[in-house]
């Protein structure tokens, strides 16, 4: 039996919500569980289960080529060093991420986020990696925190095309707290020539303690979480196609916006 107890490492679960204002209303909400994961307790976690690993054969598999960075490098590594080298910063503490692993062999991960800290657990930065379905396309967002706040609010410009039904001509009003017992992240999609709120989703998530049954049972739970996500992308996309949102294709084709 494991006697390694995770101090920082969790389970959260809850929910995620969706909500469009214009030019269609549109709404859903559903249940979801993630992974944080202190990197530096990261192996430790991982040989707690028996359904959990980075082998291939494991239920819930974390696989290092599908997080930020060369494959050939920590993640922790490859994230501070992207962090402090866009901030200015010389960060070597704790980095946690929240993501999701692959769980029967797949893997779906709209937005991983990497929290980091000083030596004082003080959050001084985020990292944002966010990946587009169906393209497979990855951008790392890099966020100042403010240590003296514990719910940060922070704007910046849309950098890749993530939703057909979405323009590039956005920017994001981003609000998260620092991950305690609760865990929440809500972002809204606003018009850069008006400041219209067209879309906003938020991430309301309850800590749970990680143990190897709550490892297991997480997997009875939701046996096909990341299937699940990508499910919903789909069958959401074609709800709005069938009330007519318009369509924008992305950048790099050369077809041009339907309505």
Known sequence: MVDFVPKHSAIYQGTVRHRRFTPRT???RYRVFMMYFDLDELDDVLAM???WSVKRWSLARFSRKDYFGDESASIKGAVLAEVNNRLGLKLTGPVRMLTNCRYFGFIINPITIYYCFDENEQLQAMLLEVTNTP???KIAYVLKSDPS???QRIQFNKG??????????????WRSNTPHQKLAVHMQNKERKNEQCVFDATL?????????????????????MTMKVAFGIYWQALKLWVKKVPFYSHPNSSSTTTK
């Not at 890749?160 to 009003?173: K, L």
């Open 160 to 173: 890749m095309h993530v939703s057909p039904f979405h323009p590039m001509e956005h920017f994001y009003d």
């Open 26 to 28: 549109h709404a859903f």
């Open 135 to 137: 393209w497979n396309e």
């Open 49 to 51: 289960s028996p359904w």
């Open 149 to 151: 706040l514990q719910s």
């Open 204 to 224: 309301s998530l309850t800590r749970q303690p990680l143990t190897p049954r709550s490892m297991a049972t997480v997997l009875f739970n939701y046996p096909v």
